[in-house]
């Protein structure tokens, strides 16, 4: 038999709202996958989607192609640069059918940015970075248009599809139709569960007892998604695939507090350098993978997808990349290649974070919400409860503070900051990030560019403008 590898990919994904960190969460599907797998403690994305996504498909650290301030805007004139490899592209190589179902991000301006010339042969998704659940439209400024595609075609007919069901429905059709003399490649980056808050009202009743508006929705969101993931592992289980699957579970980002999403006990929130940011929610499960039922510890970057999954594939990858390849990690249980890794390099915030062993050092603004947020569970006479974790005491930094040194072993959640305690520590380190802001490319953000508006392409998010 071939080997299938599927990926899914959930936006803005919490630490706190899978059911393997948070018992309060109802994620049956994905939680028995993470237990029958290996669990990734210390998976690292980038603060927001489109560097993570750019890291994932390329293997390169964002600031070293210009992708690591904000993300792609959907009037904005640029994608990831087109003389970098995709991750599809390599294993079309190795022979695999590649799809993609989801969310792109990645950039779609000209034809050449998007999922087809980058080493997909098929796409059912959008292009930008959020919209509607059902009606599938973004609203940008004045600009108003319908963001989804089949391959290169405009798609009118999925109008009332919320798209968690759309995108598992495809990705199941996807499986029942692939010819399993050849390995498959799905890369299944769904729209959950990213802002608007949407999501079927027998999903958020599974949540009645949490009072939180917001918070209730988006863990209904979560459900809908799992119970997604269950489809599609069902399909792989009526084809006779599932035990020759290599699934790979991540966020591409921390979760986003404002819109129900909690990282507790992390510090933080998405679009920041601080834990709550950066630190995933991350798995693989099945064919080939080592010592099932374990959690590691490893440092795991998003740039290490890209040679992990070609090495998964008995391929190899150009030495030029940032990534490193994990697979005698999970697969045989060796120590992990990764000793080191790079947070973000962001010329335009002025800040930039780096992790060494155990040390994590930030130098310029972390970005905000900076606190711990607990997380709006149930709530008793106005006065909030915390059931899973009980209280603790937030040890806050000073005001006005530009450097920051964490012992992550020894203190995960970034209450205590070490920079005055230790600072020949804190010179090295900074030596050490000098010498990676050397390799760092200014970041490719230009203004909106209104060719771009949907009333040019009879009312659809389209490409062909830049």
Request: hydrophobic share 35%.
């Amino acid at each position: 038999m071939t080997r299938e590898e599927g990926v899914h990919r959930i936006s803005d994904s919490s630490w706190n709202d899978v059911g393997w960190n948070n018992p309060e969460m109802i994620t049956p599907n994905l939680d028995k996958l993470a237990h029958g797998g290996v669990i990734l403690n210390h998976s690292y994305v980038q603060p927001v989607c489109s560097p993570s996504r750019t890291a994932f498909m390329t293997g390169y650290y964002p600031f070293r192609v210009g992708l690591q301030h904000s993300v792609i805007w959907p009037l904005q004139p640029h994608g990831v640069q087109l003389n970098k490899t995709f991750l599809p592209q390599e294993l079309k190589r190795l022979g695999y059918a590649t799809h993609v179902v989801g969310k792109w991000h990645l950039g779609f301006c000209k034809w050449a940015y998007t999922p087809l010339e980058r080493g997909f042969d098929s796409f059912l998704g959008y292009y930008t970075g959020s919209e509607d659940y059902y009606t599938h439209e973004r609203t940008v400024g004045k600009c108003h248009g319908i963001d989804l595609r089949f391959n290169n075609s405009s798609l009118k007919t999925e109008n009332s599809t919320y798209s968690t069901h759309l995108f598992a429905r495809r990705a199941v059709d996807v499986i029942n139709e692939h010819d399993t003399s050849r390995p498959l490649f799905m890369y299944l980056p769904f729209q959950a569960v990213h802002s608007p808050l949407q999501v079927p009202a027998k999903y958020s009743r599974m949540y009645e007892h949490i009072r939180d508006h917001q918070r209730r929705k988006y863990c209904g969101m979560v459900s809908a998604l799992d119970e997604a993931v269950g489809n599609v592992t069902a399909a792989l289980k009526r084809r006779g695939q599932l035990e020759n699957t290599l699934i790979v579970f991540t966020t591409d980002n921390g979760g986003q507090t404002k819109s129900g999403g909690n990282n507790y006990p992390l510090r933080g929130n998405k679009a920041t350098l601080w834990e709550g940011g950066t630190r995933g929610v991350s798995f693989v499960h099945g064919a080939g993978v080592g010592n099932p039922g374990s959690v590691r510890s490893d440092l795991f970057h998003a740039v290490d997808w890209f040679p992990t999954i070609v090495a998964a594939a008995q391929g190899k990858t150009s030495s030029a990349i940032d990534g490193l390849s994990h697979w005698a990690s999970l697969s045989k249980g060796k120590p992990g290649p990764r000793h080191e890794f790079v947070y973000n390099i962001d010329q335009i915030k002025g800040n930039s974070a780096i992790r060494l062993g155990q040390y994590k050092l930030i130098e310029g603004p972390p970005g905000e919400p900076s606190g711990w947020i607990f997380p709006p569970t149930s709530w008793s006479g106005g006065k909030h409860i915390d059931r899973l974790w009980g209280s603790e005491s937030a040890i806050m930094d000073r005001q006005n503070v530009s450097v920051y040194l964490f012992n992550l072993e020894f203190d995960p959640n970034e209450h205590y900051n070490l920079a005055d305690v230790y600072p020949e520590l804190v010179a090295s380190l900074s030596q050490r990030l000098a010498e990676y802001h050397k390799q760092a490319v200014w970041p490719d953000f230009p203004p909106d560019d209104s060719r771009g508006d949907p009333a040019h392409f009879k009312g659809f998010w389209s490409p062909g403008w830049c």
